[in-house]
């Protein structure tokens, strides 16, 4: 029970530190993306029902601060949470190491299906270049929050139903 409370305690800290302190005080390519942070989390260690909801929940508060279309990450949340769920009984969910690395692949596979969407759905020229220019210190800089993650209290206990 308190573990469920502090979980929900940190999931709630990270939107607002993703949605109204980071944007004001660091630059948009070296900004962490906490909210895939929190999603990653959540598929490595919630139940698939409440986590599926939730990863969809927190990629439509970064598409409403983000000011891009509504559900984009939305629906890159929910497919890369329902990815990693597939694969999470084979990961040592517990491994520091491991969920430092998994929040990399979803970083990057969360730019990936943002730019297949935009270019199936959109005609904006130049999107690639866009996309891909702040990529690598976007990418370092939330692997090094998930890193931080890490020495959180809660993610070294053990696993229960959140």
């Not at 029970?1 to 109204?20: D, E, G, H, K, Y």
């Not at 279309?69 to 329902?82: E, H, K, Q, V």
């Not at 943002?114 to 210190?137: D, F, V």
Request: charge should be neutral; glycine fraction near 4%; hydrophobic fraction near 60%.
């Amino acid at each position: 029970m308190i573990r469920n409370m502090l979980a929900l305690f940190i999931l709630m800290l990270a939107v607002v530190l993703q949605t109204s302190v980071l944007p004001v005080y660091i630059a948009t390519p070296f900004k962490p993306d906490l909210l895939l942070v929190a999603m990653v989390y959540l598929a490595l260690r919630a139940p698939v029902a409440p986590g599926a909801f939730l990863a969809w929940f927190l990629g439509l508060i970064k598409d409403v601060f983000n000011g891009l279309y509504l559900g984009l990450n939305g629906f890159s949340f929910l497919i890369i949470f329902l990815v990693i769920k597939s694969i999470s009984d084979l990961l040592y969910a517990e491994s520091g190491e491991l969920f430092v690395v998994t929040v990399s692949a979803a970083s990057l596979a969360c730019v990936a299906a943002n730019l297949l969407l935009l270019l199936m759905l959109t005609s904006t020229p130049g999107i690639l270049y866009s996309m891909s220019a702040g990529l690598l210190p976007h990418l370092l800089a939330t692997a090094f929050a998930a890193s931080l993650v890490t020495l959180l209290p809660i993610f070294s206990s053990p696993q229960e139903a959140i």
